[in-house]
């Protein structure tokens, strides 16, 4: 096995950080997605078994919670979503950002953090905080 170098090391962490972001922005745009089509499979398979959410009320539910909330929710139009920070932290990951929605005739925005966990080279999330955007 040939020596590594520094150089090399801090390349290979270069790339290794660069395909992670770019899947953690493919990971955000699919969950904002199942948030539009209350894609439950989705979800079911993306979070973690111990997921929480924190609501922009301030409640905090589980796994189960959210997904009997998302399969209830497909009532939601004209969804967008922008401000996208994605930051890798080695095996954990924070995206933060906002969507855009429609909900009973009324224009609204969340902000959102979601954190996300790599095992075994496969990212789940595994928390999720809620803040409503007054004025939106």
Sequence with gaps: ??????????????????????????????????????????????LS??????????????????LRRKADAADVADVSFDEIDVRPQGAVALVHGVTHYMRDGVRRSTRY???????????????AHLTHVVGS
Aim: glycine share 6%; charged share 25%; net charge negative.
């Design 1 to 46: 096995m040939p020596p590594t170098s520094a150089t090399g090391d801090s390349v290979a962490a270069r790339i290794a950080e660069a395909e992670a972001v770019a899947t953690l922005h493919r990971l955000n745009a699919d969950f904002i997605r199942a948030f539009a089509e209350a894609d439950t499979a989705w979800y079911g398979e993306h």
């Design 49 to 66: 078994e111990d997921f929480v959410c924190t609501l922009a009320d301030g409640q905090r539910i589980d796994k189960t919670e959210f």
């Design 113 to 127: 953090t979601n954190v996300w966990r790599t095992r075994g080279g496969r990212w789940q999330a595994v928390a």
